[in-house]
């Protein structure tokens, strides 16, 4: 069966950092990726990872400020956070596919997702 398991979030102050990771157990992906739901607004697709790590994507809103990684070994992938602001405040949602990483369309499988807060 597969899992995607999230961790990581909180509640920050604004220029705060977190650092978001999901374990994925029952399988691998060729694709991993981090979305995005805040209240009253759609899922975003905020940023992605090939298998090998060498090529990710970053929302413009993150670009700079995030960087995504992955442990293939222990079949994690990460998003590190800095430079919070109050918009990113979203449940995050760790997702995973064998699709191309750039499709968001590529992601079949999904976390619970994660409560990241950030305060003025």
């Known amino acids: 069966q597969v899992q995607l398991v999230e961790s990581g979030g909180g509640s920050v102050q604004a220029g705060g950092s977190l650092r978001l990771s999901c374990a994925a157990s029952g399988r691998t992906f060729s694709s991993m990726g981090w979305f995005r739901q805040a209240p009253g607004k759609e899922r975003e697709f905020v940023a992605s990872i090939s298998w090998s790590g060498a090529n990710t994507y970053y929302d413009e809103s993150v670009k700079g400020r995030s960087a995504i990684s992955r442990d293939n070994a222990r079949n994690t992938v990460y998003l590190q956070m800095n430079s919070l602001k109050p918009e990113d405040t979203a449940v995050y949602y760790c997702?995973?596919?064998?699709?191309?990483?750039?499709?968001?369309?590529?992601?079949?499988?999904w976390g619970q997702g994660t409560q990241v807060t950030v305060s003025s």
């Open positions: 997702a995973a596919g064998s699709g191309y990483y750039l499709d968001p369309r590529s992601y079949d499988y």
